[in-house]
């Protein structure tokens, strides 16, 4: 299933991808939820209910203009919860800035996201970064509460997937002894378009990713290259934290950031950025 936050006439809806790709809020179809946080902690309840109602209605559904899609969660509970380094390549193309290939542990930090970027909204351009680059990484949620899991349990705790662009102000995650202040100012946290249901992803390990910029492919690779896969991190990070049910974990980068690059190239106003991948969609993005 294909899950949205919507806009319409200034309201905010939770709607489901039917049959014919067409969009139906859940209030339409009788399925009263606030936001995708509440169908979140609700979901094991309601699922056959939507499933359902969708099928009845898979002649329905709302025309493109008459609505705007949000970023599926638009007000996280927590901050995200981010893997750095998560692909070889990655390390590889940043070893003269931090080198982790002597690194044995999975790298976790943390994002601060008071409201999620839309997945066309503008990524804005602050007067003191210089350096701004763009991060495609798979987006994980949790359906509920983790504590002290095996790796073996975490596929069950998994609601479903979205994009992320992780924006980092590279300036400020290297000025600071962490990487929290330039990976967190105000719509660096472009996410969407939808939420695919765990059930709908045949191996979250065998996707492919991608970003362009002005149509310029900079990153593409697969999934399956994480050093740390999603259920490993879940189990991991669960061991003596309570993991909540809305939980957003970002899974990492691949290489072909625009730090990487030799010399770098960072995004400017105007720049078109478009992160992929398969299964999900992709987020569009102008740096203005």
């Given at each position: 299933m294909k899950l949205y936050t919507v806009e319409v006439n200034n309201q905010q809806y939770?709607?489901?991808?039917?049959?014919?790709?067409?969009?139906?809020?859940?209030?339409?179809?009788g399925i009263k939820v606030k936001d995708m946080n509440e169908l979140i902690v609700r979901?094991?309840?309601?699922?056959?209910?939507?499933?359902?109602?969708?099928?009845?209605?898979?002649?329905?559904?709302?025309?493109?203009?008459?609505?705007?899609?949000?970023a599926p969660i638009p007000v996280p509970w927590q901050d995200v919860i981010c893997l750095g380094v998560n692909y070889r390549a990655h390390i590889e193309e940043t070893v003269d800035v931090l080198d982790f290939t002597k690194k044995a542990d999975t790298v976790y930090?943390?994002?601060?996201?008071?409201?999620?970027?839309?997945?066309?909204?503008?990524?804005?351009?602050?007067?003191?970064?210089d350096s701004l680059d763009y991060e495609a990484e798979l987006g994980v949620i949790l359906k509920k509460d983790a504590l002290n899991i095996?790796?073996?349990?975490?596929?069950?705790?998994?609601?479903?997937?979205t994009i992320i662009n992780d924006v980092s102000a590279r300036n400020l995650q290297f000025k600071h002894q962490q990487w929290y202040r330039g990976k967190s100012l105000d719509g660096y946290t472009p996410m969407g378009p939808c939420i695919v249901t765990a059930d709908e992803i045949r191996n979250a390990h065998d996707l492919a990713i991608s970003c362009y910029v002005n149509?310029?492919?900079?990153?593409?690779?697969?999934?399956?290259?994480m050093i740390t896969t999603v259920e490993e991190a879940i189990a991991e990070l669960s061991q003596g934290m309570t993991l909540k049910s809305g939980t957003i974990i970002a899974t990492g980068t691949p290489g072909g950031v625009g730090m990487g690059m030799k010399p770098p190239v960072f995004l400017k106003k105007k720049d078109v950025v478009?992160?992929?991948?398969?299964?999900?969609?992709?987020?569009?993005?102008?740096?203005?």
């Open positions: 939770v709607a489901a991808e039917n049959r014919n790709k067409k969009l139906v809020t859940l209030d339409s179809m979901y094991d309840e309601l699922r056959d209910g939507i499933g359902k109602a969708l099928a009845v209605n898979e002649n329905a559904g709302m025309e493109a203009g008459e609505y705007r899609i949000k930090f943390s994002k601060r996201v008071n409201t999620a970027n839309d997945p066309d909204g503008m990524i804005p351009v602050y007067d003191f970064v095996t790796v073996e349990e975490a596929a069950a705790y998994i609601f479903g997937y149509d310029e492919k900079r990153q593409e690779s697969n999934t399956g290259y478009k992160c992929e991948i398969e299964g999900i969609g992709s987020l569009v993005n102008t740096v203005g």
